[in-house]
């Protein structure tokens, strides 16, 4: 698409955001009331969750097959971190 936008891309872009401030309002939340090991897991998951949204994003774009691959074998592992 010459010099335009993507329709999908920007709905993809703003459920993200929108995701991401849930998480972050959420984080706020129990903040307070969360130990240390509590917020360093919260930490690593929203590190995880913007790890996730910058491939995904990449992966869109990916058209080497050898780079989509390894993009999605990068998804793989952090939706498997992400579980832990």
Same mark, same amino acid.
């Given at each position: 698409?010459a010099?335009?936008?993507d ?7 703003? @459920?993200?955001?929108? $995701? +991401? #401030? #849930?998480?972050a309002? $959420?984080?706020? #939340? =129990? ?6 090991e509590e917020?360093?897991? @919260?930490?690593?998951? @929203?590190?995880?969750?913007l790890? =996730? ?7 869109? +774009?990916?058209t080497?097959?050898a ?16 579980g @832990?």
């Open positions: 698409m010099g335009g936008w329709g999908d891309a920007l709905a993809g872009q703003m @459920e993200d955001a929108m $995701e +991401r #401030q #849930q998480a309002a $959420e984080a706020r #939340q =129990r903040k307070n009331s969360s130990t240390p917020r360093e897991r @919260e930490a690593k998951l @929203e590190s995880l969750r790890s =996730r949204a910058r491939i995904l994003d990449q992966l869109s +774009r990916a080497n097959p780079h989509r691959a390894m993009l999605e074998r990068a998804l793989q592992s952090l939706d498997t971190q992400a @832990e």
